[in-house]
């Protein structure tokens, strides 16, 4: 396994179409993040699964965006209208978290979806 | 929510120097981590810790919690060391496990 996989890699596309990347995490990790970065800021928390249960939303996931993990496996996060705010690095995570509690075990990050809107 | 703030925001070296990275946070944390993004965007997580002091070659990290701060080392920088370098917290009360919280990430620009 060769780490998080991410694609598109880069996206350009015009204010109003919808989006959507993918996530391939590790193979046997069951925890799923996904983070948006703007230059000059560090990742900002969007939403996490725990297999294919969403835990958690930030309020930055409007209802234009949603996040879905139907297995457990790979994710997708889909971004309805977009709007030139939205653009952005998409980056996704995953760890290998053994109980409820945060074990503090090593976040994996992919290389990151890069989204222009024009 | 808790503040993150990592300091010098820049900071260039000349390689074969060595420097210290600040993070100071606001509230009690459970967890703590350092991150290196490097220019093509990819984030490696450097160490996890909370409290305490750890070391991995030419890097170590220490966390004094209870006066809520880390400090990242750098020993004998390369080229490769440059980047941007982040931070990233968990609340110990009412913080999310999966939600971590970036500071805004120190720059490094090693110069052979």
């Known amino acids: 396994d060769t780490g998080v996989s991410q694609n598109p890699r880069h996206k350009i596309t015009k204010r109003g179409q919808n989006v959507t990347f993918r996530c391939d995490p590790i193979?046997?990790?069951?925890?799923l993040y996904w983070y948006r970065q703007t230059l000059g800021q560090g990742p900002e928390f969007l939403t996490y699964f725990q297999n294919e249960a969403q835990l958690e939303k930030s309020r930055l996931l409007s209802d234009r965006f949603s996040a879905e993990r139907p297995k457990g496996s790979f994710s997708t996060l889909e971004i309805q209208r977009t709007e030139q705010g939205d653009s952005a690095m998409y980056l996704c995570a995953s760890s290998l978290t053994l109980n409820t509690e945060y074990s503090g075990n090593t976040i994996y990050f992919g290389e990151g979806s890069w989204l222009t809107v024009v | 929510g808790i503040q993150v703030e990592q300091s010098p925001p820049d900071l260039i070296l000349q390689e074969g120097a060595n420097s210290t990275l600040r993070c100071n946070f606001s509230d009690s944390v459970n967890n703590l981590q350092w991150f290196h993004q490097n220019p093509w965007g990819q984030l490696i997580n450097l160490f996890y810790?909370?409290?305490g002091t750890k070391q991995n070659g030419r890097l170590s990290a220490t966390t004094v919690a209870t006066e809520r701060y880390s400090l990242l080392y750098i020993s004998s920088s390369q080229t490769t060391d440059s980047g941007v370098y982040f931070c990233?917290?968990?609340?110990?009360?009412?913080?999310?496990?999966?939600?971590?919280?970036f500071g805004k990430g120190t720059k490094l620009s090693v110069k052979p």
């Open positions: 810790i909370p409290s």
């Open positions: 193979s046997e990790h069951n925890r």
């Open positions: 990233a917290v968990v609340m110990n009360y009412g913080g999310s496990q999966g939600n971590l919280i």
